[in-house]
């Protein structure tokens, strides 16, 4: 089993920046994708980023060139920066986790409003 913690989340002002950690511990896989999803509300989840054991980062159009994806592999840590924070990004978001052979995680999620 893993378990996974997101932190990070906030109020934030338009245009302002946060960065989310997750933290996973447990039955930890050298081999993996973390990523972050993220649901509004009224909305489905969706993709905001993900990162690979080999570093090969993908995004969602929506925050390409605002968000950043990040590891560490020492600390089993994986951040997402978000820069130029829009009203739209306003979401719960939640960190995952799939190893090789299929299992897969997920955090609490943290709270981000996007607000003034």
């Known amino acids: 089993q893993v378990q996974l913690v997101e932190s990070g989340g906030g109020l934030v002002q338009p245009g302002g920046s946060l960065r989310l950690s997750c933290a996973a511990s447990?039955?930890?896989?050298?081999?993996?994708?973390m990523g972050w999803h993220r649901q509004a509300p009224g909305k489905q989840r969706e993709l905001v980023a993900t990162i690979t054991n080999t570093g090969s980062m993908q995004y969602a159009e929506s925050v390409k060139g605002r968000f950043t994806i990040s590891k560490d592999d020492v600390k089993n840590m994986v951040y997402l920066q978000m820069n130029s924070l829009t009203p739209e990004d306003t979401a719960v978001y939640y960190c995952?986790?799939?190893?090789?052979?299929?299992?897969?995680?997920w955090g609490q999620g943290t709270q981000v409003t996007v607000s003034s």
């Open positions: 995952n986790r799939v190893h090789s052979g299929g299992s897969e995680y």
């Open positions: 447990g039955n930890i896989f050298s081999i993996y994708t």
